[in-house]
């Protein structure tokens, strides 16, 4: 059957990523600072709305809260959630809300990768359930921006956001795997980043923190591995590149 693999896909690394978004702050400053004081912000503070592209890379993984039979099983010695990497490209769409507030939209595609683990005592056999997701995910967030200062504002962001996951083969493969999850998942959103003016685009590395509200655990009676767990959150940490104008 057909599998995403988002890890073999990107062979992403975290300190790869990480260095690229602290080249992208250094470079942000001074190109605002070179020739002198600009105010390429007067530009956009004039828009009452605009749209933009996002880039992202993503880590997902679960919050697993184990139940009261776990305790008394003696057949499953672990049960542990397993960060997985992915990618995310969505559009935006930003309307102004006085000199300070934004109200933002960003339907997004995301390649998610999440895994479950369980480890049996007296043995090194280790089941893994692995979730291998595309969502379509629609996040709406207020965000708060500080004074310009050289053609940079810092923000912080607030939010919801529900998802779907779409994968065709997600859904299928649960009839007979460890733990059934539900495709659908609301969670609640936070960040800071850093708006960077240029002449003709405003770019805005973004770092961001998704935490599931609602239970994603679909119950089944007839499969061990879930009856010892009672709920399970997703959880998510992204760094974004957004490209408005």
Not at 16 to 33: H, K, S, T
Not at 87 to 114: C, H, M, W
Not at 187 to 204: H, K, L, M, N, R
Request: aromatic share 16%.
């Amino acid at each position: 059957m057909y599998s995403i693999n988002i890890r073999h896909l990107f062979h992403l690394r975290w300190r790869e990523v990480i260095v690229c978004c602290i080249a992208f702050f250094m470079m942000g400053p001074l190109a605002a600072q070179s020739g002198g004081k600009s105010y390429n912000y007067r530009d956009f503070a004039s828009k009452p709305y605009y749209f933009g592209i996002t880039l992202a890379y993503n880590t997902s993984n679960y919050k697993v809260d184990l139940s009261k039979r776990f305790v008394e099983n003696d057949s499953l010695l672990t049960a542990e959630s397993i960060t997985g990497p992915g990618f995310n490209l969505g559009v935006i769409t930003n309307l102004k809300v006085g000199q300070y507030f934004d109200f933002r939209l960003l339907p997004t595609l995301s390649f998610a990768e999440r895994n479950l683990t369980y480890a049996r005592p007296k043995t090194s056999l280790i089941r893994e359930r692995k979730v291998e997701s595309v969502f379509v995910e629609i996040p709406f967030h207020v965000r708060y921006k500080s004074e310009p200062y050289n053609d940079m504002r810092f923000f912080l962001i607030a939010g919801v956001k529900y998802s779907f996951d779409v994968a065709s083969d997600s859904r299928a493969r649960q009839a007979d795997d460890l733990v059934k999850v539900s495709p659908t998942d609301f969670a609640f959103e936070t960040g800071v980043g850093v708006q960077f003016f240029f002449p003709y685009f405003i770019f805005s590395p973004e770092f961001k923190f998704s935490a599931g509200m609602n239970n994603i655990l679909l119950f089944d009676p007839d499969l061990e591995q879930s009856t010892v767990v009672e709920k399970i959150l997703s959880r998510s940490f992204t760094i974004s590149l957004h490209f408005e104008g």
